[in-house]
């Protein structure tokens, strides 16, 4: 953009939001060129924050008059470069939009803005016995978990964010605002907006409100560990409990490779096998039958060592081995960068992916383990790369299409929570082959001028 030009923006971004909340001070600049992954930062030339919907629109409607990028910022969690401003423009920064508008216990629905952080939800919602129960790791903001498609832990249970949103307010590119869905529980009534916008990545519009699905927090929990030989009993065994019908609110797996780093971390003596950690929700009874029935399924998979404890430290405790993977990673290979996969596969298909996987990391020589919601089909690598070696970086990449490539040639995806961004923007024509047309085509219908997080997607 032109000095002058961009200068006439700055002057009325500033008559609009206030000169303190339209900056280039050069630390914030810096904040919102990057995310949590490994790729290179872009700073953007200004960030904004708006505090209504109001605001955002206007924001838009002199992006567009002045044909500026616009990139929605939450938390900066995200893994894919997806918040990146790589062609610079505006970073428009959601952090002071963080209200909770309202609470319907009745309806279990709760209504935020977009800078509503997950962990500030279930704040609020604990005094009404409620939870959000969507669990990607990072306190990452709830507009930020739309955007991405997240989902975590949890969603063996409960699904991933696409089946929480029930409505979205979204300012389009152009400046005006629609609604995607309503507070009903089931519509047959129209495209199914929210399907479209959720996971989009802020390539078709901004959120500025947003309806959720939120649930009775359970009676009980049960965690458990179950720790195997090889990791087709593992996987096989997580089958045979999904086939038995059991209510697991999570199944995660941890490889020998990641527990060693554990160790290593923590200073513990895991046994350094692949291992499952499962944990229950429920009324005490009902849980005490599950328990057994996991644990006989189990060890008729060759289970080594199966524990269980309810007491809530201690099942923090027991988790501890899953929770603190990254952080073992990052604190054991300090001079790298943490680069995270991300592959979602039939359950069935499981098993010979994460073998695969294993193997091509061992055959790269970067430090990696492999960890996974496997009760679902996802699994990542967490890879250390050394991002001034571009031989490095060159291998790890290398490693990152392998696996896509293995999952998408049998029915799975490129991404099954962290979203395409920049990294996974070169396997879309492949996995969606002529569908992607439809998608680009979507694309220009809602921001014809290419202003919406461009770069990101295709």
């Not at 990607?136 to 903001?141: E, F, K, L, V």
């Not at 399924?297 to 080594?304: E, K, T």
């Not at 990391?361 to 690598?381: E, Q, R, T």
């Amino acid at each position: 953009m032109e000095t002058v030009v961009f200068e006439q923006l700055l002057m009325e971004l500033r008559a609009l939001l206030g000169k303190e909340r339209v900056t280039q001070n050069d630390t914030v600049l810096e904040q919102h060129s990057r995310d949590e992954s490994y790729h290179e930062p872009v700073l953007p030339d200004v960030v904004v924050f708006p505090k209504t919907t109001e605001e955002v629109s206007e924001i838009m409607k002199l992006a567009t008059k002045y044909r500026t990028p616009v990139v929605p910022f939450g938390m900066g969690s995200s893994l894919e470069g997806n918040a990146i401003p790589i062609h610079g423009g505006i970073s428009l920064d959601f952090t002071l939009m963080n209200e909770i508008l309202e609470i319907r216990e009745k309806d279990f629905l709760v209504k935020v803005q977009p800078g509503v952080t997950r962990k500030q939800l279930n704040r609020a919602l604990k005094p009404y016995g409620l939870f959000f129960p969507v669990d990607p790791g990072a306190d990452a903001t709830i507009g930020g978990m739309v955007a991405t498609g997240a989902s975590g832990t949890t969603t063996v249970k409960y699904g991933t964010m696409r089946e929480q949103v029930r409505d979205l307010e979204v300012v389009l590119a152009d400046g005006s605002i629609i609604h995607t869905g309503s507070s009903a529980a089931k519509s047959s009534s129209g495209y199914h907006l929210n399907g479209l916008f959720v996971g989009s990545e802020g390539t078709l519009g901004c959120f500025t409100e947003i309806t959720l699905r939120v649930y009775g927090i359970p009676e009980h929990i049960l965690a458990a560990r179950a720790v195997f030989d090889t990791v087709k009993d593992a996987v096989n065994a997580v089958l045979d409990v999904r086939q038995a019908g059991i209510p697991v609110a999570r199944i995660e797996f941890v490889d020998e490779l990641a527990l060693k780093e554990i160790n290593r971390y923590k200073g513990t003596d895991y046994a350094e096998k692949p291992t499952i950690f499962f944990e229950f929700h429920g009324n005490r009874a009902g849980l005490d039958e599950d328990r057994l029935l996991t644990e006989e399924i189990v060890n008729d998979h060759g289970c080594r060592e199966f524990v269980y404890e309810t007491d809530q430290d201690k099942r923090n405790q027991l988790w501890e081995a899953r929770h603190h993977v990254a952080y073992a990673f990052s604190h054991n290979y300090r001079n790298r960068k943490l680069m995270v996969t991300d592959v979602c596969l039939p359950i069935s298909e499981l098993a010979d992916a994460i073998l695969f996987a294993r193997d091509e990391v061992l055959a790269s020589g970067l430090p990696g383990g492999i960890v996974g919601h496997v009760g679902d089909g996802n699994y990542h690598i967490n890879l250390m790369v050394d991002v001034n070696d571009p031989e490095e970086i060159a291998k790890a990449n290398r490693l990152n299409s392998k696996i896509v490539e293995y999952a998408i040639a049998r029915e799975g995806t490129c991404t099954g929570e962290h979203g395409v961004g920049i990294g996974k923007k070169k396997f879309q024509e492949l996995e969606h082959g002529a569908a992607l047309e439809i998608m680009k085509k979507l694309k220009e219908v809602l921001d014809p001028n290419g202003i919406l997080n461009p770069g990101k997607i295709f």
